[in-house]
């Protein structure tokens, strides 16, 4: 079976994290589909973030949510992680999807609550790629999306304590994707969710070996901190 490959955050191991220059190196790489992380700022703009602060990938403090959109954008998110990027901005949401090619999957992790799930809507409705785009939410966060777009694709991201429980409920509430995470996942576990029609992406994998070994099993899409080494690993990058 085929597999895919998804630059978790665009290419981390060599580019800040959920940056432009981050997601230009996934795209000029040729990968399948783009994870990336959205919050909303204190007045309410939708920008990338992982983390519920800006500690660790900026030179600035604080938590997302207590920050404005120009306080968030005067800080370097770049230089932590070479002095090459020093300069780099936070991305809003919308200057993140200006330099998506429309055959790259959007892999767009919903985070803190209801809220932002209008903001995302709103904006990839204005931009006709609802059918490009997949939301990773948890049940409250599909149960608003699908309030707004009914058909909008969801990744289960209500992680269960187990990986059966979370089969279990990516079923239940039927969500066309689930993201199961590396430790857990097992081929009788990706057979199961194929068996409901549901496609599975795996949370992460950077070696070769262990890509291959999910290839061998069947799963959909692998997210990687390392995009180069698993388009290698697929055959299609020399």
Not at 13 to 29: G, K, Q, W, Y
Not at 30 to 58: K, S, Y
Not at 194 to 209: A, L, M, Q, Y
Request: net charge negative; aromatic share 6%.
């Amino acid at each position: 079976m085929i597999a895919y490959c998804c630059a978790h955050r665009g290419a981390p191991n060599t580019h800040p994290e959920n940056t432009v220059p981050s997601f230009l190196e996934a795209i000029s790489l040729g990968v399948d589909m783009i994870e990336f992380d959205v919050r909303e700022t204190a007045d309410g703009h939708p920008v990338l973030m992982h983390d519920n602060t800006v500690d660790r990938t900026t030179d600035g403090e604080g938590a997302v949510e207590d920050l404005t959109l120009a306080e968030i954008k005067s800080l370097d998110a770049g230089s932590w992680k070479d002095p090459k990027f020093a300069g780099t901005r936070v991305p809003t949401f919308a200057e993140a999807l200006d330099v998506m090619p429309p055959d790259i999957l959007l892999n767009i992790e919903l985070k803190a609550g209801e809220k932002v799930v209008d903001s995302v809507i709103a904006e990839i409705t204005r931009r006709g790629i609802v059918e490009q785009s997949l939301l990773a939410a948890h049940n409250d966060q599909a149960d608003r999306a699908r309030e707004l777009i009914p058909d909008i694709k969801i990744i289960n991201f209500s992680r269960q304590n187990s990986g059966d429980e979370y089969v279990d409920n990516t079923i239940a509430t039927g969500a066309e994707y689930i993201q199961l995470g590396r430790g857990y996942t097992t081929e009788d576990l990706v057979a199961r969710c194929h068996d409901s029609g549901i496609i599975v992406n795996v949370f992460k994998s950077d070696e070769p070996d262990d890509q291959r070994l999910l290839m061998d099993w069947g799963v959909d899409y692998i997210l990687t901190d390392d995009p180069r080494t698993l388009m290698q690993t697929l055959g299609r990058l020399v």
